[in-house]
């Protein structure tokens, strides 16, 4: 992939890591269309930004994205890079008197769903360039999960496998597929608590360690992934999948 000169559109870009790669490809000479439902960030990212374009998205709502392809079809017909990063993450107490499914549908609907419709939608534009990448958010939580987040962990792995079907079904065609997944980082996901957490990694050092990898083509198996991760992705084949799990999820 060509790390200048693209159109590129983000998911999930008015916070977080979104917001942050946005701005990453943005100073590095990019021209990128942030997208998400608070109107209000989308304006305050992208004030005086030239090349920094907000349009509104909720991928709960078909009509929603399908004005944005339609906008996209229109004004950015150039469009050849998605970063499908939109997320959403909660926690499930499978064993709780009435619990029910609708967290766990809200996380299917964003993370699994969220992408394939996005992808669906902005694929037919993306196949007509003549270099595009379709970048999209895991996490190294769909290698191993954490038990107390059954339902995003899952969507997260099915995105990992997912994504290797749509890399290999797109082999013959210039549209590279790339799959961040990013460990504990610096985020409001699971609420304002996690963006201060000493534990999680601060989202400029993340976004800073991923611009590099994509800058030398280090992703293997087009996974992006910090070094420091690949413990846990190679823990099965490295027979240590019990251990880690163990360690994730104490008793
Ligand atoms: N932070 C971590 O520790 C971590 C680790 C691994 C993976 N990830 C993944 O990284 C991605 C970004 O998360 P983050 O940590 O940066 O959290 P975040 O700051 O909460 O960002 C989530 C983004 O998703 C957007 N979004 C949520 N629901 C949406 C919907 N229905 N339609 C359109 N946009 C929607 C939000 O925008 P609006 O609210 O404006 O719509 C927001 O921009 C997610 O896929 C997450 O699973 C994060």
């Not at 499914?101 to 964003?110: H, L, N, P, W, Y």
């Not at 958010?137 to 339902?151: G, K």
């Not at 996690?194 to 611009?211: G, K, L, N």
């Not at 800058?215 to 999948?241: F, M, N, S, T």
Request: charged share 20%; proline share 6%.
């Amino acid at each position: 992939m060509k790390m200048t000169g693209n159109t590129i559109l983000v998911t999930g870009g008015t916070s977080g890591i979104g917001r942050v790669l946005a701005e990453a490809f943005h100073q590095r000479g990019n021209r990128v269309i942030v997208t998400g439902r608070r109107q209000g960030l989308l304006d305050r990212i992208t004030a005086n930004r030239p090349g920094l374009i907000g349009l509104p998205l909720d991928l709960a709502d078909p009509g929603s994205l399908s004005r944005l392809a339609n906008e996209i079809r229109r004004h950015f017909p150039d469009l050849n890079m998605l970063i499908a990063n939109a997320g959403i993450s909660r926690a499930e107490d499978l064993t709780a008197d009435g619990w029910d499914v609708g967290d766990a549908e809200a996380i299917v609907e964003t993370n699994i769903l969220g992408v394939l419709r996005v992808t669906a939608a902005l694929l037919p534009i993306l196949k007509a360039q003549a270099d595009a990448t379709i970048i999209a958010t895991s996490s190294n939580l769909a290698f191993v999960p954490r038990a107390d987040f059954p339902t995003y962990c899952a969507s997260k792995a099915f995105l990992h496998s997912w994504l290797q079907s749509l890399r290999h079904q797109l082999r013959k065609v210039p549209v590279e597929v790339l799959e961040l997944a990013p460990p504990y980082v610096q985020t409001e996901l699971t609420g304002s608590q996690q963006a201060s957490d000493p534990r999680a990694m601060p989202v400029d050092a993340y976004v800073f360690e991923v611009m590099q990898l994509l800058d030398q083509g280090d992703h293997p198996q087009g996974e992006v992934l910090l070094e420091r991760d690949r413990a846990r992705r190679w823990a099965e084949r490295d027979g240590r999948y019990e251990a880690v799990f163990a360690a994730m999820n104490p008793d």
